[in-house]
């Protein structure tokens, strides 16, 4: 039952995963304005970030590289955490909005250590270690 559980999890994170990176070709520009403007070049990362959460999904549903993406989207959602912290300061609106909502700007900030649980756990294989 578990197993269903974790497998039914891991492609719900995928689809997710995978959604995002190609909102960030679509809502691009409100990407990159969650990046301090003295970052160079904030639209190409965007693009590039968007790339990697597409082919990291892809690597979490395929079993044989599913131990690195797991790794892999753990460390990624930790590197990139520090843009939520920055658009949450800034009152930056969440791409595709408006307006600020600043107390879900700082909600959103709980979410992270979730999504790097939900990954960690969904994406655990049997013979995996403390990864």
């Known amino acids: ?4 559980i974790r497998r039914i999890a891991l492609v719900l994170f995928a689809f997710f995963f995978i959604f995002a990176g190609i909102a960030h070709f679509v809502q691009g520009e409100g990407f990159a304005s969650m990046i301090p403007e003295w970052v160079p070049f904030r639209l190409g990362v965007i693009y590039i970030t968007g790339i990697l959460e597409i082919v990291l ?26 843009a939520n ?12 909005q408006e307006e600020a909502n600043e107390l879900l700007l700082w909600i959103r900030l ?10 960690l ?11």
């Open 1 to 4: 039952m578990i197993k269903t």
């Open 57 to 82: 999904a892809v690597l979490l549903l395929i079993p044989s590289t599913r131990k690195q993406a797991r790794f892999w989207t753990a460390v990624y959602l930790i590197v990139i955490f520090p």
């Open 85 to 96: 912290i920055y658009a949450a300061i800034a009152g930056i609106p969440a791409p595709g």
């Open 110 to 119: 709980l979410f992270q250590p979730l999504l790097i649980w939900w990954v």
């Open 121 to 131: 756990w969904a994406a655990k294989q049997k013979n995996d270690s403390a990864i």
